[in-house]
T-cell receptor
Framework: GAGVSQSPSNKVTEKGKDVELRCDPI?????LYWYRQSLGQGLEFLIY????????KSGLPSDRFSAERTGGSVSTLTIQRTQQEDSAVYLC???????????FGNGTRLTVT | DAKTTQPPSMDCAEGRAANLPCNHS???????VYWYRQIHSQGPQYIIH???NNETNEMASLIITEDRKSSTLILPHATLRDTAVYYC??????????????FGKGTLLTVNP
């Protein structure tokens, strides 16, 4: 079946511009996660959505970062006023329930020039 | 979540079994051992998970010691496509922030022809 889909696969933007990254989770998965992976670094948790519960935003690095999940399905991660240190691969994952295995997309590679 | 310790790198000959060790001496009774791998330029891929019994699926086997302080992921017949970073992660079953997967640096497995 279809896996987690992320778009765009690559995004180049100028410093100071806003960007939106999209994630389409696996159908029927109630939980959705965003992670970030900087060059040569490990995966860093950003935010978690589970059903209708309030999201866990504890990993968002600054108030320039926000995310929403509409209708319990598609999610958008927005970065306002991008900075060069925001350059990274942004990974989305979904899971059937909160304690099921996560399944990851292939990420969006963001480059801020 | 309990911390895990993995060797930074390992080599394996193509066709031979790859045995990847992981120490998790502070694991709690309700924490599972998860294994993921990340092939270059892709998102992490779920491999297998277990609580205390050994587990096997089409990808790998997971051997957990009786005291649960360590585990070994076994790829029975490694191929060149198994070259990747392998992550051993301990994850709680319920409550708190168990839904998050906390990734360490993993083991870079290189399968050689």
């Amino acid at each position: 079946g279809a896996g987690v889909s992320q778009s765009p696969s690559n995004k180049v933007t100028e410093k100071g511009k806003d960007v939106e990254l999209r994630c389409d989770p696996i159908s029927g998965h109630t939980a959705l996660y965003w992670y970030r992976q900087s060059l040569g670094q490990g995966l860093e948790f950003l935010i978690y959505f589970q059903g209708n519960s309030a999201p866990d935003k504890s990993g968002l690095p600054s108030d320039r970062f926000s995310a929403e999940r509409t209708g319990g399905s598609v999610s958008t991660l927005t970065i306002q006023r991008t900075q060069q240190e925001d350059s990274a691969v942004y990974l989305c994952a979904s899971s059937f329930t909160h304690n099921s295995p996560l399944h990851f997309g292939n990420g969006t590679r963001l480059t801020v020039t | 979540d309990a911390k895990t310790t993995q060797p930074p790198s390992m080599d394996c000959a193509e066709g031979r079994a790859a045995n990847l060790p992981c120490n998790h001496s502070t694991i709690s009774g309700n924490e599972y051992v998860y294994w993921y791998r990340q092939i270059h330029s892709q998102g992490p891929q779920y491999i297998i998970h277990g609580l205390k019994n050994n587990e096997t699926n089409e990808m790998a086997s997971l051997i957990i010691t009786e005291d649960r302080k360590s585990s070994t992921l076994i790829l029975p017949h490694a191929t060149l496509r198994d070259t990747a970073v392998y992550y051993c992660i301990v994850r709680g079953d319920s409550g708190g922030s168990n839904y998050k997967l906390t990734f360490g640096k993993g083991t870079l497995l290189t399968v050689n022809p």
